[in-house]
């Protein structure tokens, strides 16, 4: 959880800002938006390759801190109680 909070905190603080990256503003902002929309994207914040870019994109387009948490602690809190149900043999 703390590893998506510090990629949020990039993105919000432009360490990886739109003028950084190779996209122009208008294309960065329309894939952002895409992407984030409603935040239900970072539902699948929990997959290996995809979540960390997905949580870094959250901060560049200004996802609130709280709505952000909540939806990433959901994606993460699930994954983790699959695992265990799997491991336990909760079935």
């Known amino acids: 959880m703390l590893g998506s909070v510090v990629n949020w905190l990039m993105g919000w603080h432009r360490a990886l800002s739109r003028q950084a990256l190779v996209f122009g503003k208008r ?24 979540g ?9 387009m200004k996802e609130p801190l ?9 994606a993460k809190m699930t994954r983790y109680l699959a695992v265990a149900a799997i491991t336990l043999n909760w079935t």
């Open 27 to 50: 294309r960065w902002t329309g894939a952002g938006s895409a992407l984030v929309r409603n935040g239900k994207s970072l539902l699948f914040s929990w997959v290996p390759i995809l």
């Open 52 to 60: 960390d870019p997905l949580t870094v994109v959250a901060g560049v």
């Open 66 to 74: 709280t709505q952000f948490v909540l939806l990433v602690a959901i």
